[in-house]
């Protein structure tokens, strides 16, 4: 079953204001304004915190990553550079800590995928190709537990949450090609195991 990428579309004016206004709240906190930093975590909290939730799949643990997140990005502020995009910068922070995270605990955790793809997700469906599409994301989710840290970091970023290629790059801090490798051995993982666990729901639900 190929997977299908989600498009990501392009910014949108709210997209560009809230960059806009991003940039002049870190100017202020690096003036010293220290009233500024809350305003930035009302603005980024909700994306970080769903971020840090599709990587350990718990909500108490990315609760805890959350905080981390916004402690090491009050200490490290200095260092952004206001050229490039502060999500960016702010979502590799997040898959960082996310991972050390995990790698503390020694385990991966199911990652939410409830939207990785639009064809697992019609809004219009018939009640039983709707539980049929459940069951799919379901697969998925159990299927992505296998995921190395750097495939799961990969997939998440680009096909749940449809990232232009060159930002996952940024986030991973690693060239476009080597991401694009560890998307290609998720996503070969992936449709492996659901070939072997749910063949003949991939062909209910007219995939090859």
């Known amino acids: 079953m190929p997977v299908k990428q989600i498009k ?22 690096k003036g010293g304004n220290d009233r500024a930093f809350a305003e930035l ?17 718990d909500y108490d643990e990315a609760a805890d990553i959350t905080q981390n997140v916004f402690v090491k990005t009050s200490r490290n502020i200095w260092r952004y550079d206001e050229k490039k ?3 960016t910068w702010l979502y590799r922070i997040t898959v960082n800590a996310s991972i050390d995270y995990m790698r503390k605990h020694h385990r991966h955790q199911h990652e939410s995928i409830e939207n990785i793809q639009e064809q697992a997700d019609e809004k219009h469906d018939s009640p039983e190709v709707s539980f049929q599409r459940g ?5 998925i989710t159990d299927a992505a537990e296998s995921l190395s840290d750097k495939q799961k970091s990969a997939f998440i ?9 060159n930002d996952v790059a940024n986030v991973m801090n690693m060239p476009e090609a080597t991401v694009r490798w560890y998307l290609h051995r998720a996503r ?12 003949q729901l991939l062909l209910t639900l007219g995939f090859k």
């Open 188 to 199: 070969v993982k992936i449709r492996k195991e659901l070939l072997k666990k749910c063949p």
């Open 135 to 139: 069951q799919l994301r379901k697969y």
């Open 157 to 165: 970023l680009r096909d749940v949450d449809g990232c232009h290629i």
């Open 85 to 87: 995009k502060f999500y």
């Open 41 to 57: 975590v009302r603005m980024y909290r909700n994306q970080v915190a769903s971020l840090a939730y599709k990587m350990v799949g």
């Open 8 to 29: 990501r579309k392009a910014p949108t004016p709210e997209d560009i204001q809230l960059e806009i206004k991003t940039k002049e709240i870190i100017r202020e906190i």
